[in-house]
Structures are given as structure tokens and as C-alpha cells.
């Protein structure tokens, strides 16, 4: 009776330990890779879900900008950093870097925290572009191959690899100008009128458009997207390019338990809070909550699936 009473004071305390420990998470700022460059998609994305975050963790968030290969290098900072739950980080293309032999690894070598929301990319043309519509467009291009000077990122990234599907399917061959950086070099690029057209996230090119300096020619999603429905989508116009962007949250794998509880829990919450559900609108972005630790996982595998064999066909995998 003495040994029992022992034994369940002990497993009180190491309860309350635990507890207390798990209140305690996060006792001190954290810090936020994003493998992209500041103004990028992913960039704009991942600050709005920060400053919500901070609120829910009680902590501030010091984000730190590593672009580079398509993400891998700010990837590889994050997988060498200390797996104690006070450094995470954001990117658009981790479930294919190692594919592409950019990363030694994937996010199954991560702890995934969540995808808070997805979202829609989107055809953008200067304003000055003689071209109306994605048709007038496209079939330009079929006549003239490689005139039309396309403003892209380098290769591995997701930008890169839209823009290769929408050569692939529409039928048609540009000349890619690839940017070391990501979505904001090709926002300041096309809204220049330095190339003639481009595909990025519909947040970094809608800053250029409400300035006049591009126009919209139609999105990559299956349906008009919430607060952009002006827009037609290229398959309206028979053009079968259907490409969802996402941002996954991730750690250092390995961190303690109670601080992926805590940062998934948060995310979640995050991703429901009327402020964020509003900014998923302005951004033409859809809220996924549901998108949290295994269930992110296997989003990530489902997007791989659907990568795969454009990239194989594209010859942009890297053969073990």
C-alpha cells in the first residue's frame, strides 16, 4: 500500500511537471525561417499567420529571410538548428526539394506542424500587354515559340514548375527568365514591363495590379477563387492547369512534445480566427485547420503525387 502510494505521488509530480512545463512553452521569442526572400508569397503569407501567432503563443516571432534553390537553403538552416521547439519554419516546396536533389532530405525529416491555408496562383501580363485574355495569349505563343519572355524563379521551384505545366499543357514554349528569388521578382518583373508575363501568387501580384501596373489573365485553381471572382480560371478557357500553392510550418524534428502540441494548437486556432479567415479572402487563400501534424503529412504526399510525373516528364528530378 506504502509502494503504491509512493508510486502514484511520484506520477502527481511528474504530471504536474509535465503540465507545468507544457504551460510554460514558449518562455521566450521564437525564431522563423522562410525560404523565401521578404515580399514573396510565402513571405506575406507566413508574417500574417506570425502576427496572429504571437497572440496565441505569447511570444514574439523573429523571422529571418534565407531564399535560395527554390527554398533549400533556408530548409537546410532550419534541419541543422537545435530541435528545442524555439526555431521553425515556413516554405512552398519542401515535399520535393530532396526529389530534385536540392535537399538532402524531405519533410518527412521534419516535424510538420500544419498548412494553415492554400491557395491559387495566377497569369499576370503588364498592363500595357496587348493581350486581353489567357486565348489571345496563348495562341500568340503557339505561333511565335519562345517569344514571349516568361518571369519565373529558378528551377525546383513551385513558381518554376507551373510555369513548365502551363507550357505542357496549353501546348506552348517561352523563354523562362529565372529569378533568384521568389514571388515578388516576378510580381516587379512583369508589372515593369521587363518580361511579358509571368505566374505568381495572387497576394504579391495583386499589390502591382491595384497600382495599374498588370492586369489578371486567369488563375490556376478548379473554381474562381473567394475575393478574386473577377477572374476566370485557364480552365474556363480550356486550359486544364489546376495548381493549388500551399506554405507548410515545420520544425527540427525531434522537438519535445509539448511544444508541437502547442504550435499545432495554435496554428489551428490561428487558422479559424475571423481575422485570418478575412485575409484568406483579401489573398484569394482558403483557411485549411484541418491541415495539422499527420493530416499536413499527408497533404504534402497527396501534392508529391501530383507532382511527380510533371517534374519527371520536365526532367527536373534527380535519379538515385
Not at 11 to 36: H, M, N, R, W
Not at 70 to 76: I, N, Q, V
Not at 77 to 105: C, S, W
Amino acid at each position: 500500500m506504502k509502494r503504491m502510494m509512493i508510486v502514484f505521488l511520484g506520477t502527481l509530480f511528474v504530471a504536474a511537471l509535465y503540465g507545468e512545463v507544457s504551460a510554460a512553452y514558449p518562455d521566450k521569442p521564437i525564431k522563423a525561417i522562410i525560404g523565401q526572400e521578404a515580399g514573396a508569397n510565402t513571405d506575406i503569407s507566413a508574417r500574417a499567420v506570425f502576427q496572429l501567432l504571437e497572440k496565441e503563443l505569447g511570444q514574439p516571432i523573429m523571422v529571418i529571410n534565407k531564399p535560395g534553390a527554390g527554398g533549400a537553403l533556408g530548409m537546410r538552416e532550419l534541419y541543422a538548428a537545435k530541435p528545442d521547439g524555439y526555431t521553425i519554419g515556413v516554405d512552398a516546396n519542401l515535399n520535393v526539394l530532396k526529389l530534385q536533389g536540392l535537399l538532402p532530405v524531405d519533410h518527412h525529416d521534419f516535424d510538420v506542424l500544419a498548412i494553415p491555408s492554400v491557395g491559387a496562383s495566377a497569369v499576370a501580363v503588364p498592363q500595357k500587354s496587348p493581350f486581353k485574355t489567357i486565348k489571345e495569349l496563348v495562341e500568340y505563343a503557339k505561333k511565335n515559340p519562345e517569344k514571349l519572355k516568361f518571369s519565373s524563379v529558378a528551377k525546383g521551384g513551385a513558381n518554376y514548375t507551373m510555369a513548365k505545366y502551363f507550357e505542357q499543357v496549353a501546348g506552348v514554349r517561352f523563354t523562362i527568365i529565372n529569378n533568384p528569388g521568389g514571388a515578388s521578382f516576378i510580381a516587379t518583373q512583369v508589372g515593369g514591363g521587363h518580361t511579358d508575363l509571368g505566374i505568381a501568387g495572387t497576394a504579391v501580384l495583386k499589390i502591382m495590379k491595384d497600382a495599374g501596373n498588370l492586369r489578371f489573365l486567369g488563375t490556376l485553381s478548379e473554381e474562381r477563387v473567394p475575393g478574386f471572382e473577377d477572374i476566370p480560371t485557364l480552365k474556363e478557357n480550356g486550359i486544364n492547369v489546376v495548381y493549388l500553392t500551399w506554405h507548410v510550418y515545420v520544425a527540427p524534428k525531434g522537438i519535445p512534445k509539448e511544444a508541437v502540441q502547442r504550435l499545432t494548437s495554435a496554428l489551428a486556432k490561428v487558422a479559424i480566427t475571423p481575422e485570418y479567415k478575412q485575409w484568406c479572402i483579401q489573398q484569394g487563400r482558403i483557411p485549411t485547420p484541418q491541415y495539422l501534424g499527420e493530416a499536413a503529412v499527408k497533404f504534402l504526399d497527396q501534392n508529391l503525387e501530383i507532382q511527380l510525373p510533371i517534374l519527371e516528364e520536365l526532367g527536373m528530378t534527380k535519379k538515385k
